[in-house]
């Protein structure tokens, strides 16, 4: 069964430091997504992508993030200057079709723990 | 926010009882989903149900649609120590949106 993976699993780093979190999802989905999970507790929507740019993002997806697929397969998040407020599970996820065309279904990938100490 | 609110919480039950948990949302959705996810892993997905379907089943799972008033409700039959997980459930409007989720406990 297809999967999509994210890379690294987890990640310590610095506050003010730069990270960035990797993911491969399903060939042939269309729409890419990152969702944040901190500490066990809801999943919050960061941003949509589909076409080579940001269909939707949420208010927490401000300047300190960015998005990127560099190359056909991997779709990364960048966080630019991490704070402790940062830690957090990130999950990539990807899907056929977006939310306005149809009974689309997200395939995500197990996450990326990032602790900023 | 086009969140869904899941209800309750926490729900913990002894193996075979069942298992309802509830959401309700906010606006007008295409499609209703629930996801699983288990303890540090990414989310799971169980069951999708249309806009314009009241009831659906899949296996022990039952989920209900009420659009008059935004809510879902989400059926474990039988239930069994691997359901253990917590249970969301996900609106698509504008984008995919999750709600808090309900931490369900399966005592053996």
């Known amino acids: 069964e297809p999967e999509v993976t994210q890379t690294p699993s987890h990640q310590v780093t610095q506050m003010g430091q730069e990270v960035i979190l990797r993911c491969v999802p399903i060939s042939n989905h269309l729409y890419f997504y990152w969702y944040r999970q901190i500490l066990g507790q809801k999943v919050e929507f960061l941003v949509s992508?589909?076409?080579?740019?940001?269909?939707?993002k949420s208010e927490i997806f401000d300047d300190q993030f960015s998005v990127e697929r560099p190359d056909g397969s991997n779709f990364t998040l960048k966080i630019r200057s991490t704070k402790l407020e940062d830690s957090a599970m990130y999950f990539c996820?990807?899907?056929?079709?977006?939310?306005?065309?149809?009974?689309?279904?997200?395939?995500f990938g197990a996450g990326s723990r990032l602790t900023v100490l | 926010s086009q969140q869904g609110e899941e209800d309750p919480q926490a729900l913990s039950i002894q193996e075979g009882e069942n298992a309802t948990m509830n959401c309700s949302y906010k606006t007008s959705i295409n499609n209703l989903q629930w996801y699983r996810q288990n303890s540090g892993r990414g989310l799971v997905h169980l069951i999708l149900?249309?806009?314009?379907?009241r009831e659906k089943h899949s296996g022990r799972l039952r989920v209900t649609l009420d659009t008059s008033k935004k809510s879902s409700s989400l059926l474990i039959t039988a239930s069994r120590a691997a359901d253990t997980a917590s249970y969301f459930c996900a609106t698509d409007v504008d984008q995919f949106y999750f709600g808090t989720g309900t931490s369900l406990t399966v005592i053996p």
């Open positions: 149900i249309r806009s314009n379907e």
């Open positions: 992508f589909y076409n080579n740019e940001i269909s939707e």
């Open positions: 996820a990807s899907s056929k079709g977006g939310p306005r065309s149809g009974a689309n279904v997200l395939t």
